[in-house]
């Protein structure tokens, strides 16, 4: 009974962290390469201790103006795991409960798939309660300002896929 126990408690976890990365996998490409830029961004601060991986969007939207160009906008949640930070294979880390949320916006411009380094790519990222509506109006603004072609529409002013 207990092995049976023991089991289905290890199952749960593995269907937990799967859930993780098949949310991540889901997405298409170009707001992969975007999650993965804010991943690293928040690696690269002393202060986090955890591995984070993407937990879900909020809005994703993207212009297509051609020539193999996007503009692309995506707001997320990455959420913190069991694992520490510099974990290389997070197959195995489970999602914790007791972390909040980090909030991130990103924008960027590819061209033929890869982000460009001009206009240089935007990422905030801030834990969920101390996220405000100043910040949020602010992360639009930055992102529909930041030098897209004259004429071109805001990135918000498209579709938003959720």
Request: hydrophobic share 40%; charged share 20%.
């Given at each position: ?10 199952a749960g976890v593995a269907?937990?962290?799967?859930n ?12 992969r390469k ?26 994703k939207?993207?212009?297509e103006?051609g020539?193999?160009?996007?503009y692309i906008?995506?707001?997320?949640y990455l ?5 520490s ?7 195995q ?5 007791d ?6 916006a ?33 992360r639009?603004?930055?992102c529909?300002?930041?030098?897209y072609s ?8 498209s579709?938003?896929?959720?």
């Open positions: 009974m207990a092995a049976l126990l023991l089991l289905l408690l290890g269907l937990v962290s799967a993780g990365q098949e949310a991540y996998n889901q997405l298409p490409d170009a707001y975007g999650v993965d830029l804010a991943t690293e961004n928040l690696n690269s601060h002393v202060g986090i201790r955890h591995h984070f991986l993407f937990f879900r969007s909020l809005v939207s993207d212009i103006p020539f193999d160009v996007s906008y995506h707001h997320f959420k913190a795991t069991k694992c930070k510099g974990t290389v294979d997070s197959s880390c489970a999602f914790r409960d972390r909040p949320l980090i909030d991130c990103v924008c960027y411009k590819t061209y033929a798939g890869e982000i460009e380094q001009e206009p240089k790519p935007y990422i905030h990222c801030v834990h969920k309660p101390v996220l405000t509506e100043d910040m949020k109006v602010a639009v603004e930055h529909n300002n930041m030098g004259s004429g071109a529409p805001t990135l918000l002013a579709v938003a896929r959720k």
